[in-house]
Nanobody, 117 residues
């Protein structure tokens, strides 16, 4: 099993920035496709950004140009740099790991991001 621990959430004003981190417990990290999802009240959990084992990234249209996902395999950590934050970005953000070889999917506990004046 892979345990994921997120950090970096908090309260920020519109236009501000936050960086979320997610650290995996196991050294198979380099074999994992990593993603960030978010879930706002009354909404489904949606993909925000994803990064493959090869470093290819994908973003939701709503965050494209503002958010950047990256990974540091040496630290077993994936990051989500969030700039130009909007109130609509307010949600619980969840780290996700996909180990396709074993058909395994893992979730972090979530971290709250609140964008408000």
């Amino acid at each position: 099993q892979v345990q994921l621990v997120e950090s970096g959430g908090g309260l920020v004003q519109p236009g501000g920035s936050l960086r979320l981190s997610c650290t995996a417990s196991r050294s198979i990290f380099s074999m994992l496709t990593m993603g960030w999802y978010r879930q706002a009240p009354g909404k489904q959990r949606d993909l925000v950004a994803r990064i493959t084992t090869g470093g290819t990234t994908n973003y939701a249209d709503s965050v494209k140009g503002r958010f950047t996902i990256s990974r540091d395999n040496a630290k077993n950590t994936v990051y989500l740099q969030m700039n130009s934050l909007k109130p609509e970005d307010t949600a619980v953000y969840y780290c996700n790991a996909l180990f396709a070889l074993a058909s395994s999917n893992y979730w972090g506990q979530g971290t709250q991001v609140t964008v408000s004046s």
